[in-house]
């Protein structure tokens, strides 16, 4: 299965999610995540919060009207792209401990969260209660 497979978007009661490997979609030179401006045109209205969820277990948010607000186009690699800095998000409080998670139990979690039609944060929530 190809990367861009594995980190597409989700939507789920209007917050637009998408789960990142930051070794992989982080831009260090922009230090910024980058989004497909054709991708985001499917999903048009329909958000109200955008959450980025990195394999190591930080989740950053930030509102519609600031992502457009706050992030630029870039055409640097082909196709068009928005991309959001780091510093514009804010860290979503979590009820624990942020922790890294291997590879293997971040596509356990990818695979539960999309059979359930549940965001991967609020499974890892529950399997770190259950422990």
Known sequence: MSTSRNFRLTLHDGVLTRNVD??????????????????????????????????????????????????????????????????????KESKGKMVRISNEVYQELKTESKKRRQPMSTLLEVKKAAE
């Not at 995540?33 to 930080?58: C, N, P, V």
């Open 22 to 91: 930051s070794q992989k979609h982080y831009f260090i030179k922009y230090r910024a995540y980058a989004y497909d401006e054709d991708e985001l045109q499917k999903y048009l209205g329909q958000w109200h919060t955008l959450e980025i969820i990195t394999t190591g277990g930080k989740c950053y948010q930030v509102s519609e009207a600031d992502f457009y607000n706050r992030s630029y186009l870039n055409r640097d690699y082909g196709k068009v792209q928005r991309l959001i800095n780091v510093a514009d998000m804010a860290v």
